[in-house]
């Protein structure tokens, strides 16, 4: 993996043993579509992990991102659906309009509950509900945005022994989102973009 430095290269190194990743949530706002084309093309074809990304999204118009990125991955591309289960070496997207969980027997459950930090779906309630249902088996990747939804989210992950990567506020498009993380919960690792797409792949072998 190339990263910036030795120092960084042993603490990621560190960070990574002994763990087994069985799901990872990506959330983001604004420039979290820019960040994630840069991102996701990094999933090997064989990549074990459920992984569900989280945009915030205008309730009044049909998501297309599982379409979008359907055409770029290699993986299988769905948006997640209420009472489905979260299935392995998937790359899920939630839809508009309505909050995201994942419940404890790792099915979808979307409702339609007030905003969450003026969003809906809010990147809180997806990650707090994934700490829940997956433990120390969840990694959360916090990215580029403009409010500091994702924040209790990720603390929560850490609280459950999950791993926490915030991308590094000065590289990103809205630097709030990142910063609020940082600022309460003390993620495990803060990368620039660059950092965190070459880290995806490893997390599947650690």
């Given amino acids: 993996m190339s990263v910036p430095d030795a120092s960084l290269a042993q603490s990621v190194d560190e960070v990574l043993a002994g763990r087994n990743i069985e799901a990872l949530v990506i959330g983001a706002s604004a420039g979290g579509v820019d960040a994630l084309v840069e991102l996701l093309p990094a999933l090997p074809p064989d990549f074990r992990p459920a992984t569900v990304c989280i945009l ?44 995201l969980s994942i419940e404890k027997d790792r099915v979808f459950s979307i409702s339609c509950e007030p905003p969450v930090h003026y969003a809906r779906p809010a990147i809180d309630v997806l990650m707090e509900s994934a700490a829940d249902a997956y433990g120390a088996g969840l990694a959360g990747i916090l990215l580029t945005g403009a409010n500091i939804d994702g924040a209790e989210g990720m603390q929560t992950i850490r609280q459950r022994g999950g791993l926490t990567i915030v991308q590094d ?22 990368l620039p973009l660059a950092a965190i797409r070459a880290l995806l792949p490893q997390l599947e072998t650690t």
């Fill in 169 to 190: 506020p000065a590289g990103a498009q809205a630097s709030a989102m990142p910063e609020g993380a940082i600022r309460l919960c003390a993620p495990h690792l803060v």
């Fill in 56 to 99: 915030h999204l205008p309730a009044d118009r049909e998501s297309r991102l599982a379409e979008l990125f359907a055409a770029r991955l290699s993986l299988p591309v769905r948006e997640a659906v209420d009472k489905a289960p979260v299935e392995d070496n998937t790359v899920y997207f939630a839809g508009a309009g309505y909050h």
